[in-house]
């Protein structure tokens, strides 16, 4: 029976060291597909994600993460990607997907057609930001999904983008970015919480400076 949302939120934590059991084909598949059920800019899904379970990628993976263990006990790693000209590809299928589920009609799709491509110019510069809050909001919805299903994961910003671009065949694609890597295994360590400040700390009400809750 997974595990309910607030229980999935309060109980995940970074755990650094991994059980080598490995993650059964259908939960890894169930995982993904909970993982691209999260939203993004426009429903253009600009995230790439790849899952290195090949013991001397994640070998590498580790190696471009100044050596971080995680990476290689997991038994999946799942490098979230990122790829900035999403919105410039051709967005065909995710328009028929939107009027085939009834979700949009075809002034929606025609307001898209020529929204977002106006939208990724405007961006310049931010366009690569901008697909990253993609695929970070995909990286959180795998983490929790995977507390749920009983996994562990780490969360890891810790690396050198070009090693890992490497690794995963990225190295001549300029426009996709790397945002996050996420070991996902069975914890082999105790979920340690270090805590979170108060509310009053950093959550403000109708101005910065006004604390939450005083
Ligand atoms: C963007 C981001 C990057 C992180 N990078 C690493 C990392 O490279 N290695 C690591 O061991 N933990 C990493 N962490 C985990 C944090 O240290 C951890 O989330 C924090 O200490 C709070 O612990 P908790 O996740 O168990 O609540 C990262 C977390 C986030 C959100």
Same mark, same amino acid.
């Given at each position: ?7 999935? /939120? ?23 597909? !909970?993982?691209? =059920? ?9 995230? @790439? ?11 590498? *993976? ?8 995680? /990476?290689?006990?997991? $038994?999946? +790693? ?5 790829? +900035? ?13 939107? *009027?085939?589920?009834?979700?949009? +009609?075809?002034?929606? &799709? ?7 491509? %106006? ?8 366009? @690569? ?5 993609? =695929?970070? /909001?995909?990286?959180?919805? !795998?983490?929790?999904? =995977?507390?749920?299903? #009983? ?12 090693? &890992?671009?490497?690794? &995963?065949? *990225?190295?001549? @694609? ?5 945002? *996050? !890597?996420?070991? &996902? ?8 919480? $270090?805590? @979170?400040? $108060? !509310?009053? =700390?950093?959550?403000?009400?109708? %101005?910065? #400076?006004? $604390?939450?809750?005083?």
């Amino acid at each position: 029976m997974p595990l309910d949302v607030p229980t999935a /939120i309060a109980q995940r934590r970074s755990i650094k060291t991994f059980k080598p059991n490995p993650i059964s084909p259908d939960t890894l598949q169930y995982l993904l597909e !909970l993982t691209v =059920a999260a939203p993004s800019s426009f429903n253009t899904q600009s995230w @790439r994600i790849i899952l290195v379970q090949d013991e001397a990628k994640k070998a590498a *993976l580790a190696e471009a993460s100044w050596g971080q263990q995680q /990476i290689t006990q997991a $038994p999946v +790693t799942v490098v979230f990607a990122a790829d +900035t000209s999403a919105g410039e590809g051709d967005l065909s299928a995710i328009y028929e997907s939107g *009027l085939a589920t009834g979700a949009w +009609t075809e002034a929606t &799709v025609n307001y898209f057609k020529s929204a977002i491509p %106006q939208f990724q110019t405007t961006l310049g510069e931010k366009r @690569r930001e901008y697909a990253i809050k993609d =695929a970070i /909001i995909a990286a959180t919805h !795998l983490m929790l999904a =995977a507390e749920s299903l #009983g996994l562990a994961t780490c969360p890891m910003n810790g690396w050198i983008e070009e090693k &890992v671009k490497a690794v &995963v065949g *990225l190295s001549d @694609r300029p426009e996709i970015a790397i945002a *996050l !890597l996420v070991p &996902v295994g069975y914890a082999a360590e105790p979920r340690k919480n $270090p805590g @979170r400040l $108060p !509310l009053s =700390a950093n959550v403000f009400v109708d %101005q910065f #400076g006004t $604390p939450f809750g005083e």
